[in-house]
């Protein structure tokens, strides 16, 4: 959908007295409606062929911003995206009040009146000498890093041709060609009506960059941030602007780079400690209620680690109910009960990432390396058992196809068989995996026929232009037969090829009363490390920090 699609069909409903009918007599006042676009899926009906299909739900926003806590239960509208008509509207929740979102308000200007919650005195980072990075045009240099930054209007953020400089040879290596978010699936729990529908693909149906929202600075980025603006089509060919789209900035937060003190039986004394500095691109959607932090994290030892925040505002579910003590024992709820009236349902996060590695080159192999249990023979070792790296490489997609498994541990490598360290290992670089989730859904569940790229936590494909949406180039009401899996079902050769990574993060989300009326951001995150990338530390000659590097010592000296 363009952002004219979804602005257009928001008039529709209202033009039907059926639809006006049916909020007036829930005490709504027309004039306090706010109503969203919600992408329909797709369940075989034949209401979805040839025609583009939209569903319109409505809140109302008296009294709060916070419309999201006040739906309008059970009234749904069936549009006809392109007709700009209304197919057929259901309303089932006639008995359900609209919450009276009572403190829900979430603006500092509102919160202050009732007495502010100021735990904290100011902090920012000071840069004396200004930041370590530059930029030219869309190329960021930063200490031993140099890539490519865009701006796109379905992935959001786009990394390209990330390359780092070896400190023995000066030379700059390259590490990925192109990364960025490539898909997200956001199926909620509720197979009733009014939901189950509710399945989002957030990149290919609304555009994850086209939900980007300027960036606050001092709050979303720190001061010396860099900001950058978006330039995107709007659906008639005209440019327009999202300004203040991304923003990079250095990021220390005493965290250690490296250190060794030495203990004292050794009468030697040393401590030697570096401090960690980081590089951070960040781009924050606010795909409707939900808002995603999305980071790009470059440290200077070679790692790169993409991670995503959670947070903005549930969405909620009218009920009946103001306690639980009201609620029948065999009365399943979908969710938790948040407040009088209001349902937090159970839902699910999966981000898709795509990894185009280019390993000191473009030909590449993908290695498992299985840890597995090792028992000793009789008589060998005092000890019973130890545990053995074993590495296979994966000859074929099939191969790569991985669910991560707690009590079968793997490390998972990119390599270039024909570049060796000096010792003879081949260079890599291996993906460390964050906390995820995996998708419970039945995989013929039509949701997940289109979001079958969360069957497997990883994925490797050979590189093919065509193929870089994980649910397929086109997803609106899509049927699922262009995804990550029908790919590579294929079965293609992987062995020394230019390969792809494909990485999802997932989050189970069961709501509860801390998440209401707002949520605190919760993250996950996965690493890009090098594995014998280097012939050693690649930062041990980094100098520690000094007192006289630093403008002051008291705080209350800080300008």
Not at 195 to 222: H, I, R, S, V
Not at 255 to 263: M, P, Q
Request: aromatic share 10%; hydrophobic share 35%; proline share 7%.
């Amino acid at each position: 959908m363009t952002m004219e699609d979804m602005v257009g069909v928001l008039e529709v409903p209202l033009k039907s007295t059926e639809f006006n009918r049916s909020i007036t007599k829930r005490g709504v006042n027309l004039a306090d409606l706010a109503c969203l676009p919600i992408s329909s899926g797709w369940y075989g009906t034949p209401v979805e062929e040839n025609r583009r299909l939209i569903k319109v739900q409505c809140y109302s926003k008296e009294g709060t911003v916070n419309f999201y806590m006040k739906p309008i239960e059970g009234v749904t509208a069936l549009v006809d995206m392109d007709r700009k008509e209304v197919l057929a509207i259901s309303d089932n929740g006639q008995n359900i009040p609209v919450a009276n979102g009572i403190n829900t308000d979430y603006r500092y200007s509102i919160q202050k009146l009732n007495g502010e919650l100021r735990l904290l005195n100011p902090i920012s980072l000071e840069q004396p000498k200004g930041p370590s990075f530059t930029i030219e045009g869309h190329l960021v240099k930063w200490a031993n890093w140099e890539f490519h930054l865009r701006p796109d209007p379905r992935a959001g953020t786009i990394i390209s041709q990330a390359k780092v400089r070896d400190p023995d040879t000066s030379k700059l290596r390259s590490v990925m060609y192109k990364g960025f978010t490539s898909e997200l699936f956001v199926p909620y729990m509720d197979p009733t009506e009014g939901w189950y529908f509710k399945t989002y693909m957030d990149a290919g149906e609304y555009g994850f960059g086209l939900q980007a929202m300027p960036l606050d600075p001092l709050n979303d980025c720190p001061r010396n941030a860099y900001y950058m603006d978006g330039v995107f089509a709007s659906s008639d060919g005209t440019p327009y602007l999202q300004p203040n789209m991304i923003c990079i900035f250095e990021s220390y937060a005493g965290d250690i780079a490296w250190r060794h003190a030495e203990c004292p039986i050794t009468d030697l004394k040393v401590t030697e400690v570096r401090p960690k500095v980081t590089l951070v691109v960040r781009m924050a959607a606010a795909v409707a209620n939900y808002d995603y932090i999305v980071d790009w994290e470059f440290q200077t030892d070679g790692l790169i680690r993409a991670k995503v925040g959670l947070s903005g505002i549930l969405m909620v579910k009218g009920t009946t109910n103001e306690n639980m003590d009201q609620v029948p024992n065999q009365e399943y709820l979908y969710g938790t009960l948040l407040s009088e009236n209001i349902i937090g349902v159970i839902h699910d996060h999966f981000i898709t990432y795509y990894l185009d590695m280019d390993v000191d080159g473009s030909d590449n192999s993908f290695v498992k390396v299985n840890i597995k249990k090792q028992e000793t023979s009789r008589g060998e070792s005092p000890r019973k058992s130890y545990l053995k790296a074993v590495k296979k490489v994966a000859k074929t997609e099939k191969d790569a196809q991985i669910r991560l498994q707690l009590y079968e541990p793997s490390e998972f490598h990119v390599v270039n068989p024909l570049k060796k360290t000096r010792v003879g290992n081949p260079v890599g670089y291996k993906l460390v995996p964050g906390a995820t989730a995996a998708s419970l859904l039945d995989p013929e569940d039509p949701p997940q026929k289109r979001a079958a790229f969360t069957n497997n936590q990883l994925w490797v494909t050979p590189y093919n232009k065509s193929e870089q949406w994980a649910g397929g180039l086109f997803v609106y009401q899509s049927k699922g037969d262009d995804t990550l899996q029908v790919w590579s079902n294929r079965d293609r050769p992987i062995e020394n090829k230019d390969i792809v990574l494909w990485y999802t993060i997932g989050f189970h989300h069961i709501p509860c009363q801390e998440d209401y009326p707002i949520m605190p951001t919760v993250s996950s995150s996965f690493d890009l490390k090098p594995a014998n990338f280097f012939e050693r530390n690649p930062i041990l000659g980094v100098p520690p920090n000094f007192e006289d590097d630093l403008p002051v010592c008291k705080a209350r000296d800080s300008a």
